[in-house]
């Protein structure tokens, strides 16, 4: 019965002592510190170009809306297989485990032993002969301790908010990756198209070449003529070898992306015929903070660090101990070891105050406050620095499908005045260097048109990935809600 009492008595105190000092550190918690506090921090509207009949938002899954057949089961597998993805998967999980490690400094620790030896000695006396003896000894030892203004809980505080900060970045891999691999998809189908263009202008140069070489051996033309002619088609020769290189280059920076090594790796698709990226608008400016993970892992991280502030400034106060101990022995046989008579108890209470530390409690909060305002800064610069990505990213679009929609323009007068001359010079009717100057007109037009689309295609993909690629925090925070509510603050 004894024992009864002595066990809920450790009990009481323990769950007391807890309730306390969580008490205590609610009231040594400061709020959080606003770091968007100036008129102008968060504009009322984008100002950018914007299709204001376009959806709102990219949803999750947006490269599905891209007209690109392979580029659906690119994305699963990156996904699935990119390492830098799983790199950031690993950390959130190195997070999870530190919580858990400081959400342990909030219990009590219960350890128990066991022993057993045995002794004896080469001295003999009648008094005290020689023989061995046995001792036995069994116990429970319990300890608490915490600081009167919850370091300890302030410390977990601190270790959730770098847990939430962990996810938020691994959601900004993600997205950034579901970039990458589309870019360098469209990369991809861009040089193969722009290696088609140069081989059939390469191919045109050749016509004519054959033409000017008929005309010399006629008489009808000069030799000036066909090395003008025999130029070009050199000149156009000579851009085979660096667009084969970088398309090779592509093809291995998307394998590495997918999770894989580079040698053999292939897609199907030839040109980015087909492929086109849905337009799109942003919401309000204060929606964009909720919707960009590096903004919200930037909050997290200054949370933290405010948290670490709190715990830095609890140091100046006591902590308390609490410990107590249960057992039985020594005993010289085990079978009298739990016997009433063997059984010995002890409970204990401390407070610990620190007095001179040569200026260390004081330094640590020095170091703490110093980096909460580094982090201040950190978080109002990430926050301008996604208005401006958004803004960058709609003048991109809109100047991209402006160029675009006047190169097809260029390239289709090109291609006619080529070729009109080709048939005049076929007839005599005008000299090589006009029927030159349309040439090399129409070999630029087409290739600026490839570039040209694969701009614009990277412009919105920009937007999106500007826009948050279909993340949302409150989305993110409720599909992690259970491991976040284990033990919550």
Not at 324 to 333: D, K, R, W
Not at 413 to 437: H, K, M, P, W
Request: with cysteine; charged share 15%; proline share 4%.
């Amino acid at each position: 019965m004894k024992s009864l009492f002595r066990g809920a008595f450790l009990r009481g105190v323990s769950a007391r002592a807890l309730s306390a000092v969580l008490a205590a550190s609610l009231a040594a918690c400061t709020a959080n510190p606003q770091a968007l506090d100036r008129p102008g921090d968060v504009p009322q509207a984008f100002t950018g170009p914007i299709n204001t009949s376009a959806p709102v938002w990219p949803q999750a899954g947006w490269w599905s809306k891209f007209g690109a057949a392979e580029l659906a089961p690119l994305q699963e597998t990156a996904q699935k297989e990119n390492l830098d993805i799983a790199q950031a998967a690993a950390r959130v999980l190195q997070a999870e485990a530190s919580d858990g490690i400081a959400l342990s400094a909030l219990f009590p620790t219960l350890g128990a032993s066991f022993d057993a030896s045995r002794s004896g000695s080469n001295t003999t006396s009648f008094a005290n002969p020689s023989r061995a003896r046995n001792s036995f000894s069994a116990g429970l030892t319990a300890s608490y301790q915490q600081g009167f203004f919850g370091t300890q809980y302030l410390q977990l505080q601190a270790s959730r908010e770098d847990l939430r900060a962990q996810r938020y970045a691994a959601a900004v891999t993600g997205i950034s990756i579901s970039s990458q691999v589309a870019d360098e998809y469209f990369t991809i189908l861009s040089l193969r198209e722009r290696i088609a263009v140069a081989n059939a202008n390469i191919a045109a140069a050749k016509r004519i070449l054959a033409i000017t070489q008929a005309k010399v051996n006629s008489g009808v033309a000069s030799n000036l003529d066909l090395a003008q002619e025999q130029a070009i088609v050199a000149q156009q020769e000579s851009t085979l070898p660096a667009l084969i290189q970088a398309e090779k280059q592509a093809r291995y920076s998307l394998a590495i992306l997918l999770g894989r090594a580079p040698e053999g790796y292939d897609v199907k698709a030839q040109n980015l015929d087909g492929i086109d990226a849905p337009s799109l608008q942003p919401g309000l400016p204060s929606e964009r903070l909720l919707r960009n993970p590096s903004v919200a892992q930037a909050e997290a991280q200054l949370y933290a660090a405010h948290a670490n502030v709190d715990a830095a400034r609890s140091l100046y106060f006591p902590s308390l101990n609490l410990n107590g101990n249960a057992g039985y022995g020594p005993a010289s046989h085990i079978s009298s070891l739990f016997g009433p008579a063997a059984f010995v108890w002890g409970i204990g209470a401390s407070v610990l105050q620190n007095i001179f530390d040569g200026g260390r409690i004081h330094a640590q909060n020095d170091q703490a406050k110093a980096v909460q305002q580094e982090l201040v800064a950190n978080y109002r610069k990430t926050v301008f620095t996604a208005f401006g990505d958004v803004e960058t990213s709609l003048d991109q679009v809109k100047a991209f499908t402006d160029q675009l929609a006047l190169i097809e323009v260029q390239t289709r007068a090109s291609a006619e005045a080529f070729r009109i001359s080709e048939l005049q010079y076929r007839e005599g009717t005008i000299d090589i260097v006009q029927l030159l100057n349309n040439q090399q007109s129409l070999f630029s037009a087409q290739q600026a048109l490839v570039q040209t689309k694969l701009q614009r295609l990277e412009a919105h993909l920009s937007l999106y990935n500007a826009l948050g690629g279909g993340w949302e925090q409150k989305t993110d925070d409720e599909n992690y809600k259970n491991k976040l509510d284990r033990w919550p603050l």
